[in-house]
């Protein structure tokens, strides 16, 4: 197929990028380098430009003869979201609309949409189901609700396939150590762990330790880029006209701060030291998948199923680019 991948030049898009062009796929990032990274794409295969810019995605559709879209550009910075929703419901929301016209104009009628847990809300109970109601605690959340709500409402009118992926906490880098997370500013658990390893970090704040959790630290479900990215792959695979797939993607299996931050001195060598503050606002003690239906229906067995194995793909990639892309 021919695929465009918006946000290609980012953190999950540039790694699934990668895996679709192995696949055999003809892949196109679009970007619009806000926070994606020109290295982070294969050579000659960058679109520079904006999901505002409807004319021109509608031209790259066509030009490109596009069959199908993965949609990964957006902002993701929860607590930005809250100052500044604004600029969320702009980017995520006004953003993807534009998106999908251009599709409508093209007539390119799949679709694979990166959604992410945060769509839940505090959970009712965990692990969380796809059945579970959605009520998201933050506008970051919400933008991503409203644009899986518009997919089932095109799907069901204009026939499109589409799937929804619900991301737990992406995590970890690409094997060779030539992908991986580059935000800025970082606010991701593992990275910045690994930032103290490096030297650029006095030490590491674990917000909350008395949280009713077995160490009292937070627990969430580290899932592997390439294992969001390889089941990008099998959903787009699926998709037929009405096809509608909304899965959660991750382990099913929690990790505590406390963990992540002791599997990275194991791995580094690095003592790490460690402070405690208070609970980030909005911080669920827990989130945890049940990722049971991406099994069933796209077939999709994560590789990574432990937090050691993935803090060691991610300390390949920042100890041999401690600078991200910027070399
Ligand atoms: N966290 C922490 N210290 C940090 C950054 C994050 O203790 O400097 C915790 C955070 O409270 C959450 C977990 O680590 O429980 C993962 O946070 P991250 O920001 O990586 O992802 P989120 O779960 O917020 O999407």
Not at 15 to 22: I, S
Not at 62 to 73: E, L, P, S, Y
Not at 191 to 218: M, N, W, Y
Request: net charge negative; charged share 20%.
């Amino acid at each position: 197929m021919n695929v465009l991948v918006t946000g290609g030049a980012g953190y999950v898009g540039s790694h699934a990028a990668r895996l679709l062009t192995a696949a055999g796929h003809d892949v196109w990032a679009y970007d619009n380098l806000v926070f994606g990274h020109r290295a982070a794409v294969a050579p000659g295969r960058l679109i520079e430009g904006d999901l505002l810019d409807k004319e021109k995605l509608a031209d790259v559709l066509r030009g490109k003869r596009i069959d199908a879209v993965m949609h990964f550009a957006a902002f993701a910075y929860v607590g930005e979201s809250v100052t500044d929703p604004a600029k969320y419901y702009h980017n995520n929301v006004v953003g993807t609309l534009s998106l999908l016209d251009a599709m409508l104009k093209t007539d390119v009628k799949r679709i694979v949409f990166s959604s992410t847990c945060a769509t839940y809300g505090e959970p009712e109970s965990v692990p969380i189901g796809e059945t579970q109601p959605q009520a998201p605690v933050n506008p970051y959340g919400y933008t991503k609700l409203v644009i899986e709500r518009a997919l089932a409402d095109y799907a069901r009118a204009y026939g499109w396939g589409y799937a929804a992926l619900r991301y737990f906490n992406a995590a970890g880098a690409s094997a060779d150590g030539d992908l991986g997370e580059d935000h800025d500013p970082e606010t991701h658990l593992i990275p910045l762990v690994l930032q103290v390893a490096l030297g650029r970090r006095e030490h590491i704040t674990i917000f909350g330790d008395k949280l009713p959790t077995p160490d009292g630290s937070c627990i969430r479900d580290y899932v592997h880029v390439d294992d969001l990215a390889s089941a990008h792959i099998s959903a787009l695979e699926k998709l037929k006209p009405g096809t509608e797939l909304r899965c959660n993607l991750g382990t099913g299996r929690g990790t505590s701060v406390k963990e992540v931050v002791q599997a990275c001195r194991d791995v580094t060598g690095h003592d790490i030291p460690a402070k405690v503050a208070p609970p980030r606002a909005g911080d669920p003690p827990a989130l945890i998948a049940d990722a049971s239906l991406a099994r069933r229906e796209l077939g999709w067995v994560p590789r990574f199923t432990s937090i050691k194995p993935i803090v060691e793909s991610a300390w390949k990639w920042h100890e041999s680019h401690p600078n991200g892309f910027d070399a």
